[in-house]
């Protein structure tokens, strides 16, 4: 009996093993074929897709998609947006629908430009402030600034340094990046994974907001419709400023790969300037499909400013559209600075 039973596991046993290597065990065999170099291929060319197929099993013809969506066995890649998707393909194996999945990432064609600034003016900034969000609206300057037990939402008067209007954060949040739009000030916060919603006028707090799939609030700015939000990552997340949802993101891509760590981020005649975090230098970026088309160099002005012990990097962009110029600042310096971009 007992010979019996050790030949009956060994019978399920060969049975669940034989079982299970048809067309699942099959599909471990293909792979997605691409054109691309070491899967990553530019925003420029054409994307071609085929199957694998070492062992020539019989299979059906693949249906294709990227991020989900259904797309042929050659694309133009030109109006995708750059970094990394999912590529998938859907083919039949043994009467069995399976699903194989790959990556690839999209790069832009082209290097981006480097451009170089002049000073137009110099202006007192509080030394005090760590520096986190700049921005200018209705002519007015307003400023976030950072650490926890010293954050804080302000109006400035830029010429002269002086605070305006000023509240303070709550001492467990650290502040980070604001943006503006229809009289509503969008601050957010670092780790809390919550931003805050005020009254530009009288800075009455009138609501707050969770983030999404981003887990971190670094920088935001909008175009006047849409909220960009950055997270510490290569992303750019797009927010509805009614609902404050996630919508989607854009990821910071030139032609050699991505560009992490952005930070405060300004729109600036139609793209996102977005300074890197340790970095001293400014990102810009397309906000359509994330291509990073120019670099600004700050970083001699952080010996303009007075040395001290605190003393920290480059943060803060605001653009001024009554006089085209930016102002940038940094963090616990003591100058605010009005700069004109030259084009080389």
Not at 62 to 72: E, P, V
Not at 149 to 175: A, H, Q, W
Not at 256 to 262: Q, T
Request: proline share 3%.
């Amino acid at each position: 009996m007992k010979s019996l039973k050790y030949l009956t596991i060994i019978f399920l046993n060969t049975l669940i093993i034989s079982c299970g290597s048809s067309a699942s065990q099959k599909k471990n065999s293909l792979t997605i074929k691409t054109n691309a170099n070491g899967k990553a291929i530019s925003v420029n060319n054409t994307l071609e897709l085929d199957i694998t197929n070492p062992k020539n099993y019989e299979l059906g013809t693949a249906s294709y998609s990227i991020d989900g969506k259904s797309i042929s066995n050659k694309v133009d890649l030109k109006d995708f947006k750059l970094g990394a998707h999912a590529v998938s393909a859907t083919l039949t194996i043994d009467g069995e629908e399976q699903t194989i999945v790959d990556t690839i990432t999209i790069l832009n064609n082209t290097t981006p430009k480097i451009y170089s600034y002049k000073i137009i003016n110099e202006y007192p900034h509080d030394i005090t402030s760590y520096t986190q969000g700049l921005e200018f609206y209705n002519g007015d300057l307003y400023e976030s600034t950072g650490q926890y037990n010293e954050s804080k939402l302000r109006k400035v008067d830029y010429k002269t340094g002086e605070i305006l209007k000023n509240t303070n954060l709550p001492n467990e949040y650290f502040g980070e990046g604001l943006t503006i739009l229809n009289d509503k000030v969008y601050q957010l916060t670092w780790r809390s994974g919550t931003g805050f919603v005020y009254d530009v006028n009288t800075f009455e707090k009138t609501g707050s907001f969770k983030f999404g799939e981003s887990k971190e609030g670094w920088g935001i700015c909008n175009d006047k419709k849409t909220l960009y939000k950055s997270d510490g990552t290569e992303k750019i997340w797009t927010l509805n400023p009614e609902t404050l949802v996630e919508e989607d993101y854009i990821q910071a891509y030139h032609n050699k790969g991505k560009v992490v760590e952005l930070n405060e981020l300004e729109w600036v005649n139609g793209k996102i300037y977005a300074n890197r975090y340790q970095k001293n230098g400014v990102a810009i970026i397309n906000p359509k499909n994330g291509a990073v088309e120019g670099v600004i160099d700050f970083s001699p002005l952080h010996k303009l400013v007075t040395q001290h012990p605190k003393l920290d990097v480059l943060n803060g962009i605001a653009y001024n559209p009554e006089t085209n110029t930016l102002f940038v600042t940094g963090k616990r310096w003591d100058k605010l600075f009005e700069v004109e971009i030259i084009t080389n």
